[in-house]
């Protein structure tokens, strides 16, 4: 065994509380705001359950955005827990300016113009904040304003760049709500002016995911790629899926993305809301397919922001979402900006729990096996029969080891019976994974012969009390260990 392996014991030896946080395997990601920006609040909200905090940078500052970060890596350093910091870029989202009262009464019928001038919104003028809009946009295309609560055609295009369109669903307008063009490919490149400031940020804040709203094609996270290899940056990317163009291209963006968020607010805005359901379940399962991290986010609670209860649909959405094989689902206001994020989060722990009960866990032998085309299909078949031993001894621990995250994101995708924990000697690797369904990761940086690191990472997750005398476990790897192959191995040791 390891003469140093007392360094990998430091903070979560015999901690009840990190027994407890891996009890819900579909992964808790909560949106960090004023309802929770504190060292406290955030604890609390892990201790709920919270896995990965994602940082909007739609609203806040860099400051405050550092503030954040700098208490969940403190929190990471003297708690027993690896949770994932998510920075999510606002991308080119299409707002109305400051509306006069910040209230404009529009009804069916009424003509309204549309101007890139800034201005104070009447039912003369109303700014966006788009200077392409009348170049992007043709007669009878529809606009869609505040998640589609109001809706207008195009009926005229000026040579000033004013757009009039006409009212079809009125309502009451606000300041800065949201536009969608459902029909219209919009110009804007994908990484706008603040992006690329706020990714300067994120790459110097080491943040462990990126996440790029409004991906259109493959070349928007080839770009985000580059910017982020030129830095040497080991930020993972995360695509947005939230246009329907991204639809047509999902299959690239899948494979060049290293996780997606279905994010079903402007998803539902951007197509018919029908097709949503199914949109999200097969996004899901070509996501599985390719080992590729999926959340599930948008709306999910969203009664909970001001109630102490949720709707029965919600949880119905949310256990959905489990049963489909999400590794995540997320929370947004109902934790930035709601009166009760922790109950929040213990209430959508509860179902997961009760979801994944051994009797309802996700079945992945129906179309979760090894894909022939894939170029790594000896390794994804190790992985998969891994599981399948494991389920067949009814194993307590799978353990696997992984330098690109790779076997750890195979691992997880077969969804074992098993509890699934992951060695890395990547530092970086420890707090991602904590995206992933199922996966506990941990830090380990020896390289001794394969039996001799199978017995390392035992004795670790023995003194952890994670297994105990008697127990099976299922070890997958890769020999001769200082080739660093794809893995190559199985084995099964009783403790």
Request: glycine share 6%; net charge negative.
């Amino acid at each position: 065994m390891s003469k140093n392996i007392d360094q990998y014991l430091h903070k979560e030896m015999n901690t009840q509380a990190g027994i407890e946080h891996v009890d819900h395997r579909t992964k808790i990601v909560a949106t960090v705001g004023p309802a929770c920006d504190t060292y406290d609040k955030l604890l609390d909200l892990v201790r709920s359950g919270v896995n990965v905090f994602r940082l909007n940078f739609s609203h806040g500052s860099h400051e405050d955005k550092a503030q954040i970060i700098e208490h969940i890596r403190n929190i990471n350093k003297t708690e027993p827990y690896n949770i994932s910091i998510l920075a999510d870029l606002q991308g080119p989202k299409l707002r109305v300016g400051e509306i006069a009262n910040n209230a404009l009464d529009i009804k069916p019928g009424d003509i309204l113009t549309l101007t890139n001038e800034k201005c104070v919104g009447t039912m003369e003028k109303i700014y966006v904040s788009y200077p392409n809009l009348a170049g992007d946009v043709v007669l009878g295309n529809t606009i869609m304003i505040d998640d589609g609560k109001i809706e207008v055609k195009v009926v005229g295009i000026e040579k000033n760049g004013d757009v009039k369109v006409e009212v079809t669903l009125g309502g009451i307008l606000s300041s800065k709500k949201g536009l969608n063009l459902p029909d219209t490919k919009i110009s804007l490149p994908a990484l706008t002016e603040k992006d690329l400031i706020d990714l300067e940020f994120i790459i110097e804040q080491q943040c462990d995911w990126v996440a790029l709203s409004f991906v259109r094609s493959v070349r928007d996270i080839v770009i985000l790629r580059s910017k982020l290899t030129e830095k040497k940056s080991k930020t993972k990317i995360i695509a947005k899926i939230e246009k329907p163009e991204a639809l047509l291209n999902i299959r690239d963006i899948i494979l060049e993305s290293d996780a997606i968020m279905i994010a079903r607010g402007d998803l539902g805005v951007e197509i018919p809301i029908e097709q949503v359901p199914l949109v999200q379940k097969e996004l899901i399962r070509k996501c599985l397919h390719r080992a590729k991290p999926v959340i599930v986010a948008t709306q999910m609670m969203e009664s909970m922001i001001d109630r102490v209860k949720p709707n029965r649909s919600e949880i119905t959405d949310v256990a959905n979402a489990v049963l489909e094989g999400a590794d995540a689902v997320m929370l947004s206001g109902e934790t930035a900006a709601g009166n009760h994020p922790s109950l929040v989060v213990q209430t959508m722990r509860k179902i997961i729990r009760e979801i994944e009960k051994k009797e309802y866990r996700y079945d992945r032998s129906a179309d979760l096996k090894p894909q022939p085309h894939s170029p790594s299909y000896h390794s994804d078949a190790i992985c998969y029969n891994a599981c399948k031993i494991a389920e067949d001894v009814e194993a307590h621990a799978l353990i696997g080891m992984t330098q690109s995250g790779y076997t750890a994101f195979m691992l997880s995708s077969y969804r074992p019976s098993s509890p699934l924990f992951i060695f890395t000697k990547e530092r970086s690797l420890v707090n991602q994974l904590s995206l992933s369904w199922g996966v506990r990761a941990f830090y380990y940086a020896e390289e001794e012969s394969f039996d001799d690191m199978v017995i390392d990472q035992i004795n670790i997750l023995k003194e952890r009390g994670f297994v105990q005398e008697g127990d099976v476990v299922v070890n997958t790897g890769s020999t001769p260990v200082h080739l660093h192959l794809p893995t190559n191995m199985i084995k099964l040791t009783k403790v």
